[in-house]
Nanobody
């Protein structure tokens, strides 16, 4: 069973930066994509970014384009999210996720990102 463990959340002032990391273990099938969602208090979980291993292509939500960068290493089972120019509206619990080649999704436990204005 795949397990995802996130790290790197915290409190930062608006305009600052944070880097989130996610490490996967226990894979039994190859990974298709890894990425991040976030959920602000009282709101639905929303897509942030993902990386497709087969094409080495990154995808971003419009709200984070130009500020966030996703990177990863499929061989090392890791994905990172560099978040720059953070805004108060980026405050949320950030969840790492992975889809395997059978399109089964695994979620991490989440890490809190708080941006003070």
């Amino acid at each position: 069973q795949v397990q995802l463990v996130e790290s790197g959340g915290g409190l930062v002032q608006a305009g600052g930066s944070l880097r989130l990391s996610c490490a996967a273990s226990g894979r039994t099938f190859s990974s298709y994509t890894m990425g991040w969602f976030r959920q602000a208090s009282g709101k639905e979980r929303e897509f942030v970014a993902r990386i497709s291993w087969s094409s080495a292509t990154a995808y971003y939500a419009d709200s984070v384009k130009g500020r966030f960068t996703i990177s990863g290493d499929n061989a090392k089972n890791t994905v990172c999210l560099q978040m720059n120019s953070l805004k108060a509206e980026d405050t949320a619990v950030y969840y790492c996720y992975e889809d395997d080649t059978l399109h089964r999704r695994t979620w991490g436990q989440g890490t809190q990102v708080s941006v003070s204005s």
